[in-house]
């Protein structure tokens, strides 16, 4: 649902920075928990899943195996593409902690097609989305990094993905998950002056009124729970501020998923299995949003 703005509690503007460094920082703590507490709940009920079956894994998409330098850290990453192509492209930003591409922070994950984000690039590919996704320094095949900063990261990652020859570069899309969020506002300008997005994601958002101005593009944020800060102070006051920044037209959507967990993350059951996926109506309002937008 699209955010009304009528009716809003007073803000204290003064305190926003402060509250927003906190609300990352406790996002970073909140995300990497509840992968750990989802995964020591499906660790078990997985262990005697049947593996998929062989009509499934004929219809992977094609895969394409990369690596970058991140200051002092050789990342690796993957471009996922779907048959039809050039495609639009979606660069994850992942959350905060030491992640894999797929979501899985180091031991908590064994089998990487259910990892949280290799889930969303499932469903992004099969709606004709290019995906381009990394592990984080010290995670997956990435060297560890002594200098590598999340912002450096996603940085060195956006300038890789969109280099690839089967991408539509004209139509790029930044999707930034927890801590993702402000990395991609803390220096959306980088971002734009290597290749201008057609759109960004805010999934769970950490991002605060004046950081989010920074963003041109049209912006969805999508955030969950009952928390009255993630429906006003990072949901519906982030529209008003855009909708009324001077001399811009700065496009907005805030969908609030009040039902979803922390983290816009759930766990869901396939057959014997239980996995920890994204908030099953945030994929799908996603994919209805890149879609508007994907020209």
């Known amino acids: 649902m699209a955010a009304s703005v009528n009716a809003l509690p007073a803000r204290s503007g003064a305190r926003e920075p402060l509250k927003a460094a906190r609300h990352v920082q406790h996002l970073t703590k909140l995300t990497v928990c509840a992968i750990a507490?989802?995964?020591?709940f499906t660790r078990a009920d997985t262990s005697t899943g049947a593996p998929l079956p062989q009509s499934q894994e004929s219809e992977r998409p094609t895969v394409v195996q990369t690596t970058f330098e991140s200051v002092d850290a050789?990342?690796?990453?993957q471009w996922e593409l779907p048959a039809q192509t050039p495609a639009p492209l979606v660069v994850l930003v992942p959350a905060g902690g030491r992640l894999d591409r797929n979501g899985w922070a180091p031991d908590l994950g064994e089998e990487s097609s259910q990892g949280i984000y290799a889930q969303l690039a499932q469903r992004l590919v099969a709606s004709g989305f290019a995906v381009f996704r990394f592990d984080k320094p010290g995670a997956g095949r990435s060297s560890p990094g002594h200098f590598a900063t999340e912002r450096a990261n996603a940085l060195e990652a956006y300038t890789h993905a969109v280099q690839h020859p089967r991408i539509d570069p004209e139509h790029v899309f930044l999707l930034g998950h927890g801590v993702g969020t402000d990395t991609i506002a803390g220096i959306y300008p980088r971002f734009a002056a290597v290749k201008p997005p057609a759109g960004v994601i805010l999934l769970d958002n950490a991002v605060g009124e004046t950081d989010s101005i920074r963003i041109e593009a049209p912006t969805f944020i999508i955030n969950a729970g009952k928390d009255p800060d993630q429906r006003y102070q990072y949901g519906e006051f982030l529209v008003e501020a855009r909708r009324n920044a001077e001399g811009r037209k700065l496009v907005t959507e805030f969908l609030l998923l009040a039902d979803a967990k922390p983290?816009?993350?759930?766990?869901?059951?396939?057959?014997?299995?239980?996995?920890?996926?994204?908030?099953?109506?945030?994929?799908?309002?996603?994919?209805?949003?890149?879609?508007?937008?994907?020209?």
């Not at 507490?37 to 020591?40: S, T």
Request: aromatic share 4%; hydrophobic share 40%; proline share 2%.
């Open 263 to 295: 983290g816009v993350l759930t766990v869901r059951k396939d057959g014997e299995r239980s996995q920890l996926a994204i908030d099953p109506h945030a994929t799908d309002a996603i994919i209805r949003w890149l879609r508007e937008h994907r020209g």
């Open 37 to 40: 507490a989802c995964w020591a």
């Open 74 to 77: 050789t990342l690796a990453g």
